[in-house]
């Protein structure tokens, strides 16, 4: 079988969290299904130093999609091509193509945050996002998508069977799990990782993390790394605005070590987003041994389960109290990091590589 493979947002310098889902789902396709020929479409130069394979092909397609209208450009030159080769089949990893491909479709759906809340992203992306999604949901031969709340949302939101979706659930770096958590007890801190938009409800940190350092006599910071590239007005504001705004970190993007390490001295993971498709740093914060107090809303209480504090991402006043029983309650912590290391059990890299295999299978058989 000869698959193509939009791979264009797995990027050795640096990625979030579709890059990495592709980049884990592809690389164990290729080592798992030797017999098959794989064709992996990017931007950029090669990627053979993080997939190679005698299965494999790399083609480097321009232009560099790094600009909205360059996007659609590079998704015309990878219709093009797909249809130039004639693969048994094409496979989107970031949702998106031109069409119509002249070989089965199926798409991986993250999320449809853009649908709902236009307000979190500017005119131009939410315009993007939002006239391209619901067509290419429609025209795919199948969908996957990375929970059953992202199943369902898709369904009543484009109109699609959902017999037509499948749920793939994310993985985690499993290298977490050597994580030997320990506090630090100078200037403890609660950790906070993931793009730093509006959804990701960093105004949600600010403003609990402040209540808690106003009501209790403690000297916790609030650290938070990753691409901080579309902070806005409001984001800015209540941060100047914060009582405490000396203790609050702003790391940015890091490399994994660096993480492992903030990880391992971190009192809890915060991780409050309004909105999810599905929450990696959860389970990443399970791993490393950590309590974690998340959002109520989307995706999150399907990945959480029972192992984390939850509670609804404007919820300060409790999002707060539960950020000080996390640092004086020794039982309810190990409670919850008995109980994270058991939600792990479900999830893993693998497991998501052969679901979404399954899901190619099943396209393959539909467009046949």
Not at 256 to 267: P, T, V
Request: proline share 4%; aromatic share 12%.
């Amino acid at each position: 079988m000869k698959i193509a493979i939009n791979i264009r947002l797995v990027r050795p310098d640096g990625m979030d969290g579709i890059g990495w889902f592709s980049y884990e789902i592809v690389r164990r396709w290729v080592e798992s299904f030797p017999e098959h020929e794989f064709i992996l479409l990017t931007d950029k130069s090669s990627l053979k130093e993080m997939i190679s394979g005698p299965n494999v092909q790399h083609k480097v397609l321009l232009p560099p999609a790094r600009r909205l209208f360059l996007i659609n450009w590079w998704n015309s030159a990878a219709k093009r091509y797909v249809n130039k080769i004639q693969p048994d089949i094409f496979v989107s990893l970031d949702g998106q193509y031109a069409h119509p491909i002249s070989a089965a479709v199926l798409t991986v759906i993250h999320d449809l945050n853009f649908h709902h809340h236009t307000e979190w992203m500017t005119e131009k992306l939410a315009h993007f996002y939002n006239s391209s999604f619901p067509e290419c949901a429609a025209k795919a031969d199948r969908i996957a998508t990375v929970s059953t709340y992202s199943k369902d949302d898709i369904s009543a939101s484009y109109g699609i069977d959902s017999d037509k979706i499948d749920v793939v659930y994310n993985g985690f770096n499993e290298k977490l799990l050597t994580v030997q958590n320990t506090p630090q007890k100078v200037n403890p801190y609660f950790f906070f990782i993931g793009i730093q938009v509006p959804r990701k409800n960093i105004v949600g940190l600010i403003k609990s993390f402040t209540i808690f350092k106003e009501t209790y006599d403690t000297d916790h910071q609030l650290k938070l790394a990753g691409h901080d590239y579309m902070w806005d007005e409001e984001m800015k504001s209540t941060l100047d605005s914060s009582t405490v705004k000396d203790d609050i970190i702003l790391l940015g993007r890091k490399d994994f070590e660096d993480i492992k390490e903030l990880y391992s001295k971190a009192e809890a993971l915060l991780y409050i987003p309004h909105f999810e498709g599905f929450g990696i740093p959860v389970l990443e914060g399970y791993a490393a041994g950590l309590p974690v107090i998340c959002s109520n809303t989307t995706s999150l209480p399907e990945v959480a389960g029972n192992a984390a504090l939850m509670f609804s991402p404007t919820d300060y006043s409790g999002i707060a109290e539960a950020m000080h029983r996390v640092t004086t309650d020794e039982n309810l912590r190990e409670d919850l990091i008995l109980k994270g290391k058991k939600r792990l059990e479900i999830f893993n890299w693998k497991r998501t590589s052969d679901a979404l295999w399954t899901s190619v299978l099943k396209t393959v058989a539909h467009g046949s």
